[in-house]
């Protein structure tokens, strides 16, 4: 049944059945988004004993369709989450424990799509580990991914991978790739296992704090010329740690002398500058 109208939905999904469905097979559902024209909406926010669902492949969720399922362990089925902000993203002071791996249709990630779902390791499309072309903000963050290729990235959004397990891009790399042109704040803030780092594309720093708590981190490399954005403090950008990393620059990188790193940045008015200073620095791009 394809459940395009609210008054069949809410017939079988009511606040009587929303404590206690376990099991829930919409594959006849194309679409949860809702249409215009239509009085229907369709999602499953606060479904807290949901554990398992079957659904089309392609089905396409709505913003918020999963959010705060808790108990949600299984989606059989390949779902289309481009268009819906915290899709499976969990409530104020709740965590998804048990939905270890789910399918995709697509390469964007929105915002808070996989909030604080802490076991999620593995993403797939089309058979293999998902390489994203778009992370939104928060998209990712406080999940179980250990590997992830981010050289396609087009978009990284704040906090995306923030307090993620993320090693590498695969199991065979020692270092994570990232192709963004912008890195915002906080984007792999509280990544403890995160070590080596290459930022192919990269061109501007927008916020402070991306590497903060970041504890193991020990390289760094930039193969294009980076300059910060500005309205922000980016004294942090590192989390102080930079005495503990080697980095790699661009050989036409400005600011460089000796260990120091000097950039500026506007400041309202103003222009500030903020130095960084590393365990070793070296102006090349190839090792």
Not at 40 to 66: C, H, I, K, W
Not at 138 to 149: E, F, R
């Amino acid at each position: 049944y394809e459940f395009e109208d609210d008054v069949v939905n809410k017939a079988f999904f009511n606040d009587e059945v929303k404590a206690t469905l376990a099991s829930l097979d919409m594959s006849g559902v194309r679409s949860m988004l809702p249409q215009f024209g239509i009085e229907r909406t369709l999602s499953f926010e606060g479904y807290t004993n949901l554990a398992e669902v079957t659904v089309q492949d392609g089905m396409v969720v709505s913003p918020s369709g999963f959010a705060g399922c808790i108990a949600l362990a299984t989606v059989n089925g390949a779902v289309d989450v481009t268009n819906a902000p915290k899709a499976f993203s969990m409530a104020s002071n709740s965590v998804n424990n048990v939905l270890k791996s789910i399918e995709v249709t697509g390469t964007e990630i929105p915002s808070y799509a996989f909030y604080y779902c802490k076991a999620l390791e593995t993403i797939e499309y089309k058979g293999a580990q998902l390489a994203p072309t778009v992370v939104g903000d928060a998209g990712l963050a406080v999940t179980a991914i250990k590997y992830m290729d981010l050289s396609k990235l087009t978009s990284l959004g704040e906090k995306a991978f923030k307090m993620t397990k993320i090693i590498s891009s695969n199991k065979n790399t020692t270092y994570l790739e990232v192709g963004a042109a912008e890195i915002p704040a906080e984007a792999f803030s509280g990544c403890a296992d995160l070590k080596m780092v290459k930022f192919t594309n990269a061109t501007t720093i927008t916020g402070d704090k991306v590497f903060e708590n970041a504890t193991t981190l020990i390289q760094v490399k930039f193969l294009k010329v980076v300059s910060l954005g500005s309205g922000t403090d980016f004294t942090n950008v590192f989390g102080g740690k930079e005495g503990s990393i080697d980095l790699w620059v661009n050989p036409e990188q400005s600011g460089v002398n000796g260990l120091n790193w000097t950039l500026e940045y506007i400041n309202g008015k103003n222009v500030e500058t903020v130095k960084y200073t590393f365990k070793s620095i070296q102006k090349k791009i190839e090792d």
